[in-house]
T-cell receptor, first 111, second 117 residues
């Protein structure tokens, strides 16, 4: 049973464009929602994370939007660059413990 | 920032061999570490939760006698794949929980690519 559903599976964006990835969760006890970036052959690296007491968090070109009532959160990558080409995973956990991961989104940024 | 070191990064061995993978937290104490498995183009699947000084907790469907986990210190957890077979070939990733860091409670290693011939 997948606790976090992620879409799209892949997306292609032009350099300078906006990449948007969406996630939905079921467990209302989740209280930590991170996004990870993974390059081939590497472990996932934390990109940005949010807790449910805020609706938006921005760090540089990356923004998380969080909708607690809809149980959804999304990642926006502004001014996408070729170096952003990677696989992105959303995740969720309760009490900073086990992470439930989404299926992943492969982002390709075309120069 | 906090670093988790995973070793080896890649291992190729013959079927029937046992393989040990190490996960170390370099600059913080980790009472809890997690082991994941990732197949190509798929997500991370949690295999087990490793608790320092106690038995690991395995996720449903993961054979505890196949994947032995030892967490003997606050900075080291090991995963041993016993009598490995080609179907055990995968990318194994560990993470360590930093209970003192609310902004980033888990740190991931760079993974181990296991190939069984």
């Amino acid at each position: 049973q997948q606790q976090v559903k992620q879409s799209p599976q892949s997306l292609i964006v032009q350099k300078g464009g906006i990449s948007i990835i969406n996630c939905a969760y079921e467990n209302t006890a989740f209280d930590y929602f991170p996004w990870y970036q993974q390059f081939p052959g590497k472990g996932p690296a934390l990109l940005i994370a949010i807790r449910p007491d805020v609706s938006e968090k921005k760090e540089g070109r990356f923004t998380i939007s969080f909708n607690k009532s809809a149980k959804q959160f999304s990642l926006h990558i502004m001014d996408s660059q070729p170096g952003d080409s990677a696989t992105y995973f959303c995740a969720a956990s309760k009490n900073d413990y086990k992470l439930s991961f989404g299926a992943g989104t492969t982002v390709t940024v075309r120069a | 920032g906090a670093v988790v070191s995973q070793h080896p990064s890649r291992v190729i061995c013959k079927s029937g061999t046992s393989v040990k993978i190490e996960c170390r937290s370099l600059d913080f104490q980790a009472t809890t570490m997690f082991w994941y498995r990732q197949f190509p183009k798929q997500s991370l699947m949690l295999m087990a939760t490793s608790n320092e000084g106690s038995k690991a907790t395995y996720e449903q469907g993961v054979e505890k006698d196949k994947f032995l986990i030892n967490h003997a210190s606050l900075t080291l957890s090991t995963l041993t794949v016993t009598s490995a077979h080609p179907e055990d070939s995968s990318f194994y990733i560990c993470s360590a929980r930093d209970a003192q860091a609310s902004n980033q409670p888990q740190h991931f290693g760079d993974g181990t690519r296991l190939s069984i011939l």
